[in-house]
């Protein structure tokens, strides 16, 4: 064999390896640099998990394609770049996650040489040439990250028309106190904290504050929303709005927490926003409280453990094969009416005797009674609809490592 085959046979091995290889990275990327994730959020969650695809993918590919350095990163690389700068991640943190994810990548480049290549004198040439490439690769694409982040870091925050309120805001979040006056917003009174996106977040808050009549603070988030809250000022005799009369523009969203008072409310109900937007951008629903998906928005912290459990609870139900969804449907509207039967029938209008054949369809394909199951079951039917809900599947598999708290301002 000749070494650009050893070399080939070395990228098919890693290759084969990758949703491993994947995993302990995200992991390692968890413990050693904690800081990049301390007000993490969606939209840098979903880079974060491309540029770990995208990197890997380069280099196996580079590896036996010439091994010859690119000029700079992939565009999903660099997008993870621009992100970070926009959720003031430091941009040691940033680089510092580069290099656990090329130590992680080497050491399973030396695993996967040690087992297919177990003589010395044919691995050490391929080894030799697999980290020049390498090493090379992460220079020419570290020089390029930097370059986009500070880019970036300078158009946002030394540029942006809101540079002053989000230092300010950023102050508020995290316990500092601010003056009013500076704010431009009554910090007394009730808030309901927001995270606007999509196609028209300037309108839609414009409708939003001309809906309740009460003041608005915003900034500007990363990957284009809006955030921030609506406020009626102590004092102001008004009662919490559901939103049911706000008709959003086309293509736009809404995520709402809770509505609070005072600062300290300020700070939850923003929390909460974000946990809500979390869950919305898989389900694309106008408008979503975060009381409607709390449950959805806790679990979606290890959306692998979401999947699995769904999976494993609803077996032959979980799909879109039309009797699966079927029975789904039944067994919904079987535990939504306090597991009646009858009460079932009328709300997806069929007969009694239709409900409990199916519920005895759903027994034999599961292989155990319903009533034995029924709180898994209840759970995994429920977090089964971001699944087969969700707006585009690319939305999960990306969101697939995401955790966050809050949102970086």
Known sequence: MTLEDDLRMLAQGVEARLPALTETIVRRLREEVPEFYKLDDPVLGDAESDAIA??????????????????????RILREARLAAQADIDLHALLRTSRVGQAATWDCFLEVADELLP?????????????????AWN???AASIIDAYQKERNAFYFHGRDRKRRALVRDLLAGIPVDEA??????RG?????????????????QLTN???????????????????IGRPAGKASGDDDLSRLSLPSGTHLACGEYMNDVEGMRLTHRQ???????????????????????????????????????QEL????????????????????????QNAASAAAVIGVHERTVAYRLRSVEKWLGTSITSVRDELSVALRLSELFQGATEERDLTLQEEQAFDGAPL
């Open 315 to 338: 077996g032959p139900l979980y799909g879109t094969a039309e009797r699966a969804v079927v029975l789904r449907e039944t067994l919904r509207a079987y535990f939504a009416s306090g």
């Open 273 to 311: 926003a974000w946990q809500a937007y979390r869950v919305a951008r898989i389900k694309g629903q106008p408008i979503t409280w975060y009381r409607k998906v709390a449950l959805e928005a806790l679990v979606l912290r290890d959306l692998p453990a979401v999947r699995s459990f769904v999976r």
């Open 190 to 206: 009730r808030h309901l904290g927001i995270v606007v996106w999509g196609d028209a977040p300037e309108a839609a808050l414009k």
């Open 211 to 229: 809906t309740l009549g009460w003041q608005s603070l915003t900034v500007t988030g990363t990957a284009g929303t809006v955030l921030g809250w």
């Open 54 to 75: 995208a990197s890997l993918r380069d280099i196996l590919d580079g590896l036996v394609e010439g091994r010859t350095p690119p000029e700079q990163a992939s565009d």
């Open 119 to 135: 003589d010395a004198g044919q691995r050490l040439p391929v080894l030799r040439h697999a980290s020049q490439y390498h090493f």
């Open 139 to 141: 220079d020419r694409v």
């Open 182 to 187: 500076a704010l431009g917003y009554s910090l």
